[in-house]
């Protein structure tokens, strides 16, 4: 991995980024509408979802890490630890770590952040001996899906949705 920003810092969260880290799910929100024009606008809902990363990172040994840009929030990843009481009687693992967010900047996209960012999550997860990562992404988002899948990621589950009217 190779970042092109040379300045850049991956590290957990302070207070003093949060305005940093609504920017950036708003503006990953608004991108995901693109896709999905069911989704809230992204200032509608960042700072209640904001609120929830950081719960369930308490709550579940996890962690929010920023990628810092000379002082601003170039992206973060949020991850923590699930356990799936139903794929406890299915398959061998069923505890693992869950990105529930992987946000870059649009200026910062293609610089090896988000690989950084990743990278933290998989560190993260081998020192708490979990040995599975898990990513959700929209269907739609096929650039978001080939950059997971050149990280080694597989497509595992797939939820198939209709509305009715």
């Not at 560190?123 to 990280?151: D, G, P, T, W």
Request: with cysteine; glycine share 4%.
């Amino acid at each position: 991995m190779n970042l092109l920003y040379k300045d850049l810092k991956i590290r957990e969260y302070k207070i003093s980024d949060i305005s940093g880290l609504t920017k950036c799910i708003i503006e990953l929100q608004d991108f995901e509408r693109t896709f999905e024009p069911d989704r809230f606008k992204g200032s509608k809902m960042a700072k209640k979802y904001l609120n929830y990363l950081i719960k369930e990172c308490a709550a579940n040994k996890g962690k929010i890490f920023v990628a810092e840009d000379d002082g601003n929030v170039a992206g973060f990843v949020s991850a923590w630890i699930e356990r799936d009481p139903i794929a406890k009687i299915i398959v061998k693992t069923h505890t693992y770590f869950y990105i529930s967010d992987l946000i870059v900047r649009k200026k910062y996209r293609r610089s090896g952040i988000g690989e950084a960012l990743i990278n933290k999550v998989e560190e993260l997860a081998v020192k708490n001996k979990i040995k599975l990562v898990r990513i959700c992404v929209l269907a739609k988002n096929k650039i978001a899906r080939s950059f997971y899948q050149e990280l080694g990621y597989r497509d595992y589950d797939i939820t198939i949705t209709k509305n009715l009217r």
